[in-house]
């Protein structure tokens, strides 16, 4: 019998019901957490680690659509020119991405 056969299994006359259930607790908590929480988690990191990887000179686009030249670093704000004169202060936790040469996010 394979796991997904226990999954849909019906105990018998005085067959182990709580141990059916029971693996099918575990199994919903494994899927759960391998489709939703760990991959959530990844992404949390990898922007954290992007994060803490902006300095003066990157070019980055917020998570309002905006885009500039970052000019001045702080631990959590960064200046950034958007303009030939605009300089904007922004939040470093509302950085979307660090582009690349060609415009484009950066893929780490």
């Not at 686009?61 to 885009?67: A, L």
């Not at 950034?80 to 950066?106: M, P, S, Y």
């Amino acid at each position: 019998m394979t796991p997904i056969d226990l999954l849909w299994a019906v105990p018998r006359e005085g067959g182990s019901a709580g141990a059916i259930f029971v693996f099918q607790m575990v199994l919903i908590v494994a899927i759960f957490y391998f489709l939703l929480l760990r991959p959530q988690a990844k992404e949390k990191q990898r922007h954290a680690e992007m994060l803490a990887a902006v300095k003066k000179g990157d070019e980055i686009v917020t998570n309002g659509g905006i885009i500039g030249k970052v000019v001045h670093v702080e631990e959590g704000r960064l200046t950034v020119r958007t303009g030939e004169n605009t300089r904007i202060t922004v939040d470093r936790t509302r950085i979307a991405g660090v582009l690349n040469v060609k415009g484009e996010v950066q893929a780490e």
